[in-house]
């Protein structure tokens, strides 16, 4: 799983030239973040108080409850800075200051279904935490063909050896590497990247990200 005190590393690495903190005071363009298997929610609150827009999806409904349940206490307990609503299986929170779409939504069922094709073409950032069943990989195929150019993709899966196995797509993306070992508490591993026109790609530990 990826915690949230390892996001700002990855976004460092994955979009640096993105800007985040700044979003809602400057008035920068929101970043639309897709998290698909977001468990509890924890990334994908973090990611919002980052000033990202996010859309969460979680298939199962007790993990969805509990992300739902966490918004609900942050507006509660912060009801002059966050406003919240609820609609059957899905909850969103905003900050009141901030501008139009700056939110969070979370949303439970499968994200195949629960992501309009609007919503993947806005997307600047696709977080994929889940594995999925290989009677699945062609809808996932297609769902990913809906992504613009540049939005950066986290899976835990080498999309090449599954989603674009055999497709143009895994020709498009060849491997990178080596992984060496860093130094520190928290730095245990270090990324080697190599980019090309078409795009690139990384491993960290079990993690690997794909610039379109």
């Known amino acids: 799983e990826l915690l ?14 993105l800007r985040f903190e700044d979003a809602w005071e400057y008035g920068s363009q929101q970043q639309l973040v897709l998290e698909l298997g977001m468990g509890r929610g924890r990334l994908a609150a973090q990611l ?3 000033g990202c827009t996010v859309i969460g999806v979680e298939l199962a409904n007790e993990r ?11 507006a509660h307990r912060c009801s002059h800075t966050y406003e919240m609503s609820r609609r ?4 969103r ?7 139009v779409g700056a939110l969070c939504e979370v949303r439970q069922g499968n994200f195949l279904d629960r992501v309009t094709k609007e919503e993947v073409a806005a997307a600047t950032l696709v977080i994929l935490q889940v594995f999925l069943p290989k009677s699945v990989w062609p809808q996932l195929r297609i769902f990913l063909e809906e992504l613009k150019g540049g939005c950066r993709i986290l899976s835990y899966e080498d999309l090449r050896q599954t989603v674009w196995a055999g497709t143009l797509a895994a ?6 590497g080596p ?27 079990k993690w690997w990200w794909w610039l379109l």
């Open 4 to 17: 949230p005190g390892g996001v700002h590393k990855a976004l460092q690495i994955m979009a640096p030239g």
């Open 88 to 91: 059957g299986q899905e909850a």
């Open 179 to 205: 992984l060496r070992r860093g130094t520190g508490s928290t730095a245990t591993r270090r990324l080697a990247l190599e980019a090309s026109s078409q795009g690139c790609c990384c491993c960290c530990w």
């Open 48 to 50: 919002f108080f980052m």
């Open 93 to 99: 929170i905003r900050k009141k200051d901030g501008p």
């Open 171 to 176: 020709r498009y993306w060849p491997a990178v």
């Open 64 to 74: 969805f409850l509990m992300a739902a349940a966490a918004l609900e206490r942050l």
